[in-house]
């Protein structure tokens, strides 16, 4: 019998630009110019966004960008112009998140909030995504105040920092790492937008994750809050900086041979076979334990640290959809005969019920 025709490898672009394993450039990832502030974070982790997902070979297609209202809420404008994008209400992107996820499993939902737009007015919305473990990358671009409206604080400033006019936080932070491990979430990891190796690893491996991945990233607003005084700053940020591990990622489609000491690193194999290389910093932190987890972050907060790094991941948890048991094709696809039962199913479910 002939053998079946190989599928033609992807045509190399003109200039011989780098390509990922679907034969795109990192020019198919970019989204349109910034307007947000030269030098503010947002701007670092859009960048690593689209890299991410350029080396993870995510088809820009199945991504669904989803964001609230604040400058980080604009920032999937500047990045991914080929997926799909939903920018809702202030404080919505859980919701619209978990709606996106339920209709459709093929797409990848990327959420992408502030610490006003999660902390304050969506606060609820986020307590009820980390408990439930729908396939959701969650961004947290965490500067400390409401940059859009002119740098008040934000319920994640840190008791006893201080704005540009002195005025000082009388009011303890939420922390929202420890929040998402206390709720049950399943990958839950802190950056800094600065830190590009870290980032960028903690990325690769959200995207690999099953469940929601919760990441809350430093990310300082140099316009409103950056100046002494402030813990969200450039400076404070790199000065108090604790990372439990170095980080880095093998995707499953990578050949992963280099041997590692299992004394001081701890390799978890994520859903779809990929690997997360935890090389431990801090002696006897277990990134599988929840209440450490949670006990280590209060710790920090209590210290002045900035504890960064993968808090907490469970690669396996089932998710809402498992419990489910939804069907695999996205909602909006089945044929009318599978989503109207008819006359006698109806009739069947009404003599059960009298
Ligand atoms: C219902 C509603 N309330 C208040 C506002 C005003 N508002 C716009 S953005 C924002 C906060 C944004 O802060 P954050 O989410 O931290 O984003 P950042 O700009 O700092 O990136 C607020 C309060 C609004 N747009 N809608
Ligand atoms: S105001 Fe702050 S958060 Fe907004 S774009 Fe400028 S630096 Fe970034
Ligand atoms: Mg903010």
Redesign the pocket.
């Known amino acids: 019998m002939a053998e079946a025709p190989k599928p033609a490898a992807p045509a190399a672009p003109p200039g011989g630009a780098r390509t990922n394993r679907l034969g795109l450039t990192v020019v198919d990832y970019r989204g349109g110019k910034t307007t947000l502030c030269a030098g503010c974070g ?1 701007n670092a982790i859009s960048e690593r966004i689209l890299e991410a997902m350029f080396e993870m070979g995510v088809a820009p297609e199945r991504v669904a960008k989803l964001s ?6 604009k920032s999937p404008a500047y990045f991914m112009s080929r997926s799909h994008a939903f920018n809702g ?2 404080g919505r992107m859980p919701a619209i998140a978990t709606g996106v996820a339920l209709a459709n499993r093929t797409l990848l939902p990327l959420g992408v ?6 902390a304050s ?1 969506g606060i609820g919305g986020f307590v009820h995504l980390m408990r439930r473990n729908l396939r959701v990358v969650y961004i947290v ?1 965490n ?1 400390g ?5 002119k740098g008040q604080f ?1 319920a994640t400033a840190d008791l006893g920092s201080k704005l540009k006019t002195g005025v000082v936080n009388d009011l303890p932070a939420i922390d929202t790492c420890a929040l998402a491990v206390q709720l049950g979430a399943t990958f839950v990891g802190r950056s800094f937008s600065g830190d590009k190796r870290q980032l960028s690893a903690m990325l690769k491996a959200a995207i690999a994750h099953r469940g929601t991945s919760m990441l809350d990233v430093l990310s300082p ?1 140099v316009t409103f809050n950056d100046h002494e005084g402030s813990t969200k700053s450039y400076a404070y940020v790199k000065d108090h900086d604790a990372p439990l591990q170095e980080l880095s990622f093998v995707p499953a489609f990578e050949d992963i041979s280099v041997e590692y000491d299992p004394g001081t690193t701890v390799d978890v194999t994520m859903h779809d076979g990929s690997r997360l290389r935890l090389r431990k910093l801090e002696e006897g932190y277990d990134p599988a334990d929840r209440i450490r987890a949670v006990a280590r972050l209060l710790e920090a907060g209590r210290k002045g640290e900035v504890l960064t790094g993968v808090l907490f991941v469970d690669p396996d948890a089932p998710t809402f959809l498992d419990g489910l048991n939804a069907v695999d094709a996205p909602l909006a696809t089945l044929p009318e005969a599978a989503v109207r039962p008819g006359r006698e199913v109806l009739d069947r479910i009404n003599a059960a019920l009298s």
Not at 68 to 73: E, F, N, T
Not at 145 to 149: D, F, I, P, Q
């Open positions: 947002h609230g209202i604040g400058c980080s809420s209400l202030h909030s502030g610490d006003g737009d999660t007015i671009e500067n105040v409401y940059g859009l409206t934000s607003c």
